[in-house]
């Protein structure tokens, strides 16, 4: 199999992730609302925000910045987070905020998802997506979120194929 076509079947996989991901993310955290429990929050350096202990977080407490490990359950309401400098899967590289009241649908989300992220990876990364080893899935709103917890947030997450990392992906020009 060419790069070409694994990058192909990468990016179909990752979207069909994400997608199985992010509409289960929200569903637990409504119900867990819904009950009384409490959002798991990570703890943060109360300077540059950076999260300071291994743990889980709500999905929802995500912020530019974050490392954490992947996520292979379907049902989660909780990431487990890491500090950056620690091995990790995953990296969050950048936020977009989608305006509106009413819910636009999945497909309208997933493109703009995806058309802000692909934008957003060579500033980030420092190099072209097509030309990076990189590569990027997301967290989107699904409708449930979207009505109960006024989600608007879809994030970024770059990671190596390859395997974990240390440190920031933040110009690794790889």
Do not use: K
């Not at 609302?33 to 350096?45: F, H, Y």
């Not at 992220?117 to 590569?135: I, K, N, Q, R």
């Not at 395997?163 to 920031?168: D, E, S």
Request: with cysteine.
């Amino acid at each position: 199999m060419n790069s070409a076509t694994r990058r192909i079947l990468t990016r179909a996989l990752v979207s069909l992730a994400a997608v199985a991901v992010a509409i289960p993310l929200s569903g637990c955290s409504i119900v867990r609302d819904l009950v009384g429990g409490s959002a798991p929050q990570p703890e943060r350096d109360e300077t540059t925000h950076e999260i300071v202990e291994e743990g889980d977080a709500d999905v929802f407490a995500l912020i530019v910045g974050d490392c954490m490990y992947e996520v292979t359950e379907e049902l989660v309401s909780e990431v487990p987070v890491v500090p950056c400098d620690q091995p990790h899967d995953d990296e969050v590289y950048f936020d977009l905020t989608i305006d509106g009241d009413e819910y636009p649908g999945d497909d309208v989300i997933q493109t703009q998802a995806e058309e802000a992220c692909l934008a957003e990876f060579e500033p980030f990364v420092g190099l072209a997506y097509d030309s990076s080893t990189l590569d990027f899935s997301t967290y989107r709103p699904s409708h449930e979120s979207w009505e109960t917890r006024d989600d608007r947030v879809v994030s970024c997450v770059i990671y190596d194929p390859a395997g974990q990392v240390t440190g920031t992906l933040a110009g690794a020009a790889r």
